[in-house]
């Protein structure tokens, strides 16, 4: 018999998978109420989909179904369309969305509590949505606003089209009308959920709790300057630039390919992407881990959790290239079932080689 959970046990599984609550007290009062609670986070279809979508969302959401959260992907064609991904052809959005759904099946998500939901098709059936948007709209300054840009991956601009005001307007609109009392998403969407936690008491709705999960590093480095000093530093993983990422359907030659020339700095902890892999993906699914070596440089060692690692890291008993071999051993492990079930079921195929097809944007 499975142990009941306390409200702050539960709240202690959230810390885990979040870089930042808000409210951690607003949450453990919604676990002490016992009602069902609902968690949503939305994604634009847009060509193929990263690690950080894919195999990492799996392990984050199964986290909170496992405490009763259910959740709600919220596949957002039409915001794919307004961002003008694959150039607003809304059949290839929708064929990219279907992709996702086969990949986060193949994932290991826990579909007994995970529903999906299609903007397109919920807007259209839910026909008090675009007064609420319009609510939201006269509570919120153009500037406020537009200020959310980056949730579009935009920066501010005059020649941004005006979509970008529509879009964190309805993105606010979403939470309510989807009943979600978590907005679970990344912390490059915090605006928008201050944003629906600002206006929503202007409108007499109860704000959702924000919890808001790390942002996993892209695999190549920029330079930087800090302090009049150059320095290198973790990209943010983007499907434009491809070496930043590993794809769910990648071969292990790419992925071996992609570690071997993955930003990884000697004896260094932040901004090293190898290392952030192996905290938020490898170790949530292995209890060790074996990093295999040279006997003249230690031969093989067994490391039973990511504090181990990165402590021997940072004291250089591990070498860098020793470090990318071992990650991508256990990434390409993690991914195997998912290859298989593109190899071998004709739908998932089907879609795989229509996404390929298509010219990826951002």
């Given amino acids: 018999m499975q142990k009941t959970m306390s409200p702050e046990e539960k709240l202690a599984v959230v810390r885990v998978v979040a870089e930042e609550i808000v409210t951690e007290d607003e949450l453990l009062e919604l676990f002490k109420k016992g009602k069902k609670i609902v968690a949503y986070d939305g994604f634009e279809p847009s060509g193929q989909i990263h690690i950080a979508q894919g195999l990492l969302r799996a392990i984050t959401v199964n ?7 259910h959740f709600k992907f919220y596949v957002a064609d039409w915001f794919a369309l307004l961002n003008n991904k694959l150039d607003g052809d ?5 064929i990219v969305g279907k992709y996702f759904i086969e990949v986060w099946k193949a994932s290991g998500l826990d579909m007994k509590n995970v529903e999906f939901i299609w903007t397109s098709e919920f807007i259209k059936k839910t026909p008090e949505y675009w007064e609420t948007v319009i609510k939201l709209s006269k509570n919120a300054t153009i500037q406020r606003v537009m200020r959310c840009s ?27 009308h989807l009943k979600a009392d978590i907005a679970q998403l990344g912390l490059d969407q915090r605006k928008v959920n201050m944003l629906a936690r600002d206006l929503f008491p202007k409108l007499g709705i109860k704000p959702p709790i924000a919890v808001h999960h790390h942002m996993l590093s892209g695999l190549q480095f920029q330079k930087t ?3 009049g000093i150059e320095r290198k530093i973790a990209l943010k993983m983007s499907k ?6 590993i794809f769910m359907t990648d071969t292990k030659e790419e992925i071996d390919k992609k570690f071997k020339n993955a930003f990884c700095p000697e004896g260094e902890e932040k901004d090293n992407p190898v290392l952030e892999y192996a905290k938020y993906i490898v170790f949530e699914k292995y209890d060790s881990i074996e990093i295999k070596r040279p006997e003249k440089f230690g031969g093989n060692l067994k490391i039973n959790s990511y504090e181990e690692l990165s402590q021997l890291y940072k004291d250089k008993k591990i070498h860098p290239l020793d470090l990318k071999n071992a990650i991508a051993i256990y990434i390409n492990q993690l ?13 998932a195929s089907e879609l795989q080689k229509k996404v390929k097809s298509f010219e990826t944007t951002r």
Avoid at 63 to 69: D, F
């Fill in 63 to 69: 986290k909170l179904t496992s405490i009763g959260i």
């Fill in 240 to 245: 434009s630039k491809p070496e930043t990422a």
């Fill in 150 to 176: 980056q949730i579009m991956g935009r920066s501010e601009s005059a020649s941004n089209p005006s979509s970008q005001i529509l879009y964190p307007l309805m993105q606010a609109a979403d939470i309510y």
């Fill in 90 to 94: 809304m059949e290839k959005i929708r």
């Fill in 335 to 347: 991914l195997e079932p998912v290859r298989k079930h593109f190899e071998t079921n004709k739908k």
């Fill in 225 to 227: 300057e800090l302090e």
